[in-house]
Nanobody
Framework: VQLQASGGGLVQAGGSLRLSCAAS????????MGWFRQGPGKEREFVGA????????LYGDSVKGRFTISSDNAKNMVYLQMTSLKPEDTAVYYC????????????????????WGRGTQVTVSS
């Protein structure tokens, strides 16, 4: 599975941005799609995830209520809608795919994903 994240950019605090993740290749093998981010000098952090079938979502505590993950299976696309952005949301955002058919809670940890795309930079100015 190949993944490509896009849609990053510079936005003011309080603004919104939508990231996209295009999946290609053996997308049928993917069970759950996740979003992670890594800020300057920080570890890679779980943002959220969505199951490919059923669209069940799970979010990290720092983005809950502000970010929404959705998918378009027909287009092999996953989206991350970010609202009420804060300077601390500044990071490189990555999408990832996991193939194991486990509960979505399993996919909170980055080491449980099998495929990663290149990240896209999001910068939130104050």
């Amino acid at each position: 599975v190949q993944l490509q994240a896009s849609g990053g950019g510079l936005v003011q605090a309080g603004g919104s941005l939508r990231l996209s993740c295009a999946a290609s290749g053996r997308t049928g093998s993917a069970d759950t799609m996740g979003w992670f981010r890594q800020g300057p000098g920080k570890e890679r952090e779980f943002v959220g995830a969505i199951t490919w079938n059923g669209g069940i979502t799970l979010y990290g505590d720092s983005v809950k209520g502000r970010f929404t993950i959705s998918s378009d299976n027909a287009k092999n696309m996953v989206y991350l809608q970010m609202t009420s952005l804060k300077p601390e949301d500044t990071a490189v955002y990555y999408c990832a795919a996991g193939v194991r058919p486990y509960s979505i809670a399993y996919y909170r940890r980055r080491e449980r994903y099998d495929y990663w795309g290149r990240g896209t930079q999001v910068t939130v100015s104050s």
